[in-house]
């Protein structure tokens, strides 16, 4: 037949032309001549339908035999030459031994693992221990036993994240710490602060995220007073930024504490003159805190005619800003090693 002797012609011509592409490019080519689609083979079996019937079966199988010994034979010639390139490297490129050697970045803890440890030791010093609670949390944990009931306008204060199970969300706050330490404690007094990763849905700012460390300061026990709470964190502060810094108390509101205030300290990074980061107030609030509401300590086991305490909430974010004078909160969590090299 004559379609079999032309496949013949083919295969040969194919693996002869083949054995002279020296480079990529020229094995490529190749590939596009022999194999693509205009290529003489695979015209072959486009013109099948046109032959005898009794020929077709004898064409067809030696079309694809002849296809399979050309797609062979690329295969090898192109890992023939990869090798060939790559032993042609080996020879010239040579390795100078005298170079110096880069040097090797040791890692280092996070400026905000740094800061929460720092916080662990200064209330450690003052008798806190340290009590962890889920960042998942139940609906319940995070609003309702804080004496924030469903539908209480004072949910509007938080944007929540929600899962897609119903009645579980991702914490806003620490807070709901509060309810597993006082139900895992009562009726014995406790001193504990609760740190964690909050979530909120909020617009991102120079001083604001969506998600951000914070730590919960609780203490319950029989005649605390918010002269106590004042003490405590008065304290704190002075032990983080220096006996000489400035602070302020503001009255506040939060549902789960009556009376409720903020804690605010003077601005570092502009020098109480005004930026953005403290609003041009010249004041930035680190934390709110007042005396646990009885409604609170008794959902956490506790007889609110016999024990009281106080809880405060800190942002560590704004406690590193103020300490290494940053003026953009965001810069926590970008990842940029020439930011995070400098602590």
Same mark, same amino acid.
């Given at each position: 037949m004559e379609t079999l002797k032309r496949l013949e012609e083919i295969e040969k011509a194919g693996l002869d032309t083949l054995q002279q592409a020296a480079d990529e490019t020229a094995l490529q080519a190749w590939k596009v001549t022999h194999l693509g689609r205009s290529?003489?083979?695979?015209?072959?079996?486009?013109?099948?339908?046109?032959?005898?019937?009794?020929?077709?079966p004898a064409v067809g199988q030696r079309a694809n035999l002849v296809k399979q010994a050309l797609?062979?034979?690329?295969?090898?010639?192109?890992?023939?030459?990869?090798?060939a390139a790559l032993n042609l490297a080996l020879q010239s490129e040579r390795l100078d031994v005298t170079?110096?050697?880069?040097?090797?970045?040791?890692?280092?803890?996070?400026?905000?693992?740094?800061t929460l440890r720092e916080v662990y030791r200064l209330f450690g010093e003052m008798g806190f221990q340290v009590y962890r609670s889920p960042d998942v949390e139940t609906d319940d944990n995070n609003f309702g036993l804080l004496n924030i009931p469903e539908y209480h306008p004072a949910r509007d204060m938080w944007d929540t994240f929600h899962t897609q199970t119903p009645g579980v969300v991702l914490r806003t706050h620490t807070s709901p710490g509060q309810i597993r330490a006082m139900r895992e404690y009562a009726p014995e007094p406790i001193r504990v602060i609760l740190p964690g990763m909050c979530y909120r849905y909020e617009q991102v700012t120079v001083r604001a995220d969506i998600q951000f460390y914070?730590?919960?300061?609780?203490?319950?026990?029989?005649?605390?007073?918010? /002269?106590?709470?004042?003490?405590?964190?008065?304290? !704190? *502060?002075?032990? %983080?930024?220096?006996?000489? +810094?400035?602070?302020?108390?503001?009255?506040s509101y939060f549902p789960f504490t009556e009376p409720s205030a903020e804690l605010d300290?003077?601005?570092?990074?502009?020098?109480?003159?005004?930026?953005?980061?403290?609003?041009?107030?010249?004041?930035?609030?680190?934390?709110?805190?007042?005396m646990i509401h009885p409604v609170v300590?008794?959902?956490? /086991?506790?007889?609110?005619?016999?024990?009281?305490? !106080? *809880?405060?909430? %800190?942002?560590?974010?704004? +406690?590193?800003?103020?300490?290494?004078r940053i003026d953009d909160i965001r810069n926590l969590w970008l990842n940029d090693i020439r930011f995070l090299e400098q602590f």
């Amino acid at each position: 037949m004559e379609t079999l002797k032309r496949l013949e012609e083919i295969e040969k011509a194919g693996l002869d032309t083949l054995q002279q592409a020296a480079d990529e490019t020229a094995l490529q080519a190749w590939k596009v001549t022999h194999l693509g689609r205009s290529s003489a083979v695979m015209t072959v079996f486009s013109q099948l339908p046109q032959l005898p019937k009794d020929e077709r079966p004898a064409v067809g199988q030696r079309a694809n035999l002849v296809k399979q010994a050309l797609e062979s034979a690329y295969t090898i010639r192109s890992q023939a030459l990869k090798e060939a390139a790559l032993n042609l490297a080996l020879q010239s490129e040579r390795l100078d031994v005298t170079l110096p050697g880069r040097r090797l970045i040791p890692g280092r803890l996070h400026l905000e693992t740094r800061t929460l440890r720092e916080v662990y030791r200064l209330f450690g010093e003052m008798g806190f221990q340290v009590y962890r609670s889920p960042d998942v949390e139940t609906d319940d944990n995070n609003f309702g036993l804080l004496n924030i009931p469903e539908y209480h306008p004072a949910r509007d204060m938080w944007d929540t994240f929600h899962t897609q199970t119903p009645g579980v969300v991702l914490r806003t706050h620490t807070s709901p710490g509060q309810i597993r330490a006082m139900r895992e404690y009562a009726p014995e007094p406790i001193r504990v602060i609760l740190p964690g990763m909050c979530y909120r849905y909020e617009q991102v700012t120079v001083r604001a995220d969506i998600q951000f460390y914070q730590v919960e300061v609780l203490a319950v026990g029989r005649h605390i007073t918010f /002269g106590n709470l004042k003490g405590t964190l008065t304290e !704190f *502060a002075r032990r %983080m930024y220096g006996v000489d +810094v400035r602070l302020r108390f503001r009255p506040s509101y939060f549902p789960f504490t009556e009376p409720s205030a903020e804690l605010d300290v003077e601005c570092f990074i502009c020098g109480g003159l005004g930026c953005p980061v403290c609003k041009n107030s010249g004041w930035l609030e680190i934390l709110g805190c007042g005396m646990i509401h009885p409604v609170v300590l008794q959902n956490g /086991g506790y007889d609110p005619r016999e024990f009281s305490g !106080f *809880a405060a909430g %800190m942002g560590t974010g704004r +406690v590193s800003m103020l300490r290494h004078r940053i003026d953009d909160i965001r810069n926590l969590w970008l990842n940029d090693i020439r930011f995070l090299e400098q602590f």
